[in-house]
Nanobody, 117 residues
Framework: QVRLVESGGGLVQAGESLRLSCAAS????????MGWYRQAPGKQRNLVAT???????VYADSVKGRFTISRDNAKNTMYLQMNSLKPEDTAVYYC???????????WGQGTQVTVSS
């Protein structure tokens, strides 16, 4: 099993920055790609960014140039640096880890990010 715990969410004004963290524990050696997803009220959960064990990244078009995903494999921690935040970035942000162990995908509990205009 893999346990994921997010932190770093909060309330900020448009244009400000936040950094989210996702700490993994348990069978961390089984983790392959990790990613951040977000879900706004009444909407489906969408990909924000993903990162492989070798640091290859993919971003949603809506966050390219503003958000940066990174991971510290030694600390079993993933980060999401969010700059130039917009009200439309308001959502619950979830950490995800793909793993070689059943059930092969794990989720954190989510952290709320609210951006006021």
């Amino acid at each position: 099993q893999v346990r994921l715990v997010e932190s770093g969410g909060g309330l900020v004004q448009a244009g400000e920055s936040l950094r989210l963290s996702c700490a993994a524990s348990g069978s961390t050696g089984s983790i392959t790609a990790m990613g951040w997803y977000r879900q706004a009220p009444g909407k489906q959960r969408n990909l924000v960014a993903t990162i492989t064990t070798t640091g290859r990244t993919v971003y949603a078009d809506s966050v390219k140039g503003r958000f940066t995903i990174s991971r510290d494999n030694a600390k079993n921690t993933m980060y999401l640096q969010m700059n130039s935040l917009k009200p439309e970035d308001t959502a619950v942000y979830y950490c995800n880890a793909n793993s070689k162990v059943v059930p092969f995908s794990f989720w954190g509990q989510g952290t709320q990010v609210t951006v006021s205009s």
